[in-house]
């Protein structure tokens, strides 16, 4: 039934395999209209990073779809019900997803709280600046599956630093090794570029080659899959090699962060075409701990007004007191500062969409005069929030 949902077309047997073994049927859902499967959806057990490093449990909402002989008929709704239900009996905060349809999830309370970057860089026309100690870094070539562990221990360094990530659990590490030949379109099998400082793995980049020519020669494309860096100018050394590469003009990737600082180091942005686009959406299962389970760069003390219809354990009011060392978030009964959805605190959890900007927008309305400008800078982050990989 997934796949019918989904077009009809199956994924590539490995990847299939590889899911098979990650899915837990204790936290999936199937919907049957007698001896058919009409609806499904699932929920993997994760460890999302949020603002100041603390690694929280999340339920990862995946495989969800609904027989198109059985739509509007209120499928999708009780699945949804019945997972969050599961959820907060879970003890997890947060439930997270990626959305094939954004407007959707919405009306369960989920809030698109992480963006990324696809880009397709004119490498034969794109400078790129470099920081002093890029030329210390060595670069070799490796077979992906020999290096894995060096390169999980390098994303693992990485994780805390970043909100959004996840925390690779036994299994995950081999998604990134998937190399399936009728995904690559042309391209080479992935290939594994590893970097080095002083003897330590400091970053990878793990990407495929499609070759082309045309009239006046060479024009391949680079096609990045992963890259990550200790430092910056680990990540300088794999993005100069990258647009280095032989025989080819273009390099294109997808799901990158969006202050990544490759986009200041380039001479002509224009010319790499950057795209914005949604990523991960964030739903506040217990707004109580999901709040007080991150830090605020700056002091917060706020009441905010929930309006939680799907999760009603949520509404009413919640004084969130908070700073850069930790935070609590209480029932109370004092007035209310601020008033939103539980949508919209899923929107600004992670750092990466402002209260500010909800506010603009008419969906954070503000009780008390200058209490939306004290949250909004209290929940922003430095680093952009970011989900490396999908699922």
Same mark, same amino acid.
């Given at each position: ?11 590539? +047997? ?39 490093? &603390? ?20 499928? @999708? ?6 997972? @969050? ?9 947060? *439930?997270?997803?990626?959305?094939? =349809?954004? +407007?959707?999830? /919405? ?30 870094? %060595? ?27 996840? *925390?690779?659990? !036994? ?5 990134? $090794?998937?190399?399936p030949e009728s995904s690559r379109d042309?391209?080479? !099998?992935?290939?594994? #570029?590893? &970097? ?7 970053g990878y980049a793990r990407f495929r ?18 890259? +990550? ?31 990544? &600082? ?8 224009? %010319? ?12 506040? #299962? ?11 760069? *700056? ?40 008033? @939103?959805?539980? %949508? =919209? ?9 402002? $209260?500010?900007? @909800?506010?603009?927008? /008419? ?8 209490? $939306?400008?004290? *949250? ?8 952009? !929030? ?6």
């Amino acid at each position: 039934m997934l796949i019918r949902a989904f077009g009809g077309v199956p994924e590539p +047997a490995e990847e299939l395999e590889l899911y098979r073994e990650l899915t837990r049927c204790d936290r999936s859902l199937g919907v049957w209209d007698e001896d058919e499967c009409v609806g499904t959806s699932g929920a993997f057990a994760f460890r999302m990073t949020v603002p100041g490093g &603390a690694l929280v449990s999340a339920a990862g909402v995946t495989m969800v779809g609904v027989a198109a002989t059985h739509r509007r008929r209120g499928v @999708l709704t009780s699945m949804m019900r019945r997972q @969050l239900d599961d959820v907060r009996s879970w003890g997890e905060p947060l *439930a997270v997803l990626t959305a094939s =349809e954004p +407007a959707i999830y /919405g009306r369960f309370g989920y809030g698109a709280a992480t963006f990324q970057v696809n880009a397709e860089i004119e490498t034969d026309r794109v400078r790129l600046s470099v920081p002093d100690g890029t030329d210390d870094v %060595r670069l070799r070539y490796a077979e992906p599956a020999d290096v894995l562990d060096e390169c999980e221990t390098v994303y693992a360094r990485l994780v805390p630093g970043r909100p959004g990530m996840l *925390a690779r659990l !036994p299994g995950w590490e081999r998604l990134g $090794l998937l190399d399936p030949e009728s995904s690559r379109d042309g391209a080479s !099998p992935l290939q594994c #570029v590893v &970097a080095r400082r002083d003897g330590e793995v400091t970053g990878y980049a793990r990407f495929r080659v499609r070759p082309d020519w045309g009239p006046s020669g060479p024009d391949g494309t680079v096609v990045l899959q992963d890259l +990550a860096g200790l430092d910056p100018a680990t990540r300088s050394a794999l993005w100069r090699f990258l647009f280095g590469i032989d025989l080819t003009t273009k390099l294109t990737m997808r799901g990158r962060p969006v202050d990544e &600082a490759w986009q200041y180091q380039v001479s002509d942005i224009r %010319r790499c075409r950057p795209q914005l686009r949604d990523a991960l959406y964030v739903r506040l #299962v217990d707004v109580g701990a999901a709040l007080a389970a991150r830090t605020y760069q *700056a002091p917060v003390d706020v009441v905010f007004e929930v309006e939680d219809a799907f999760c009603p354990w949520n509404e009413g009011r919640w004084r969130l007191s908070g700073n850069t060392k930790g935070a609590s978030c209480e029932r109370t009964s004092d007035a209310a500062d601020l008033a @939103l959805s539980v %949508r =919209e605190l899923g929107a600004a959890y992670l750092g990466g969409v402002t $209260l500010g900007s @909800l506010g603009a927008a /008419g969906r954070v309305r503000e009780l008390r005069s200058g209490a $939306l400008a004290e *949250a909004s800078v209290g929940f922003a982050s430095d680093v952009a !929030p970011w989900l490396p990989h999908g699922f």
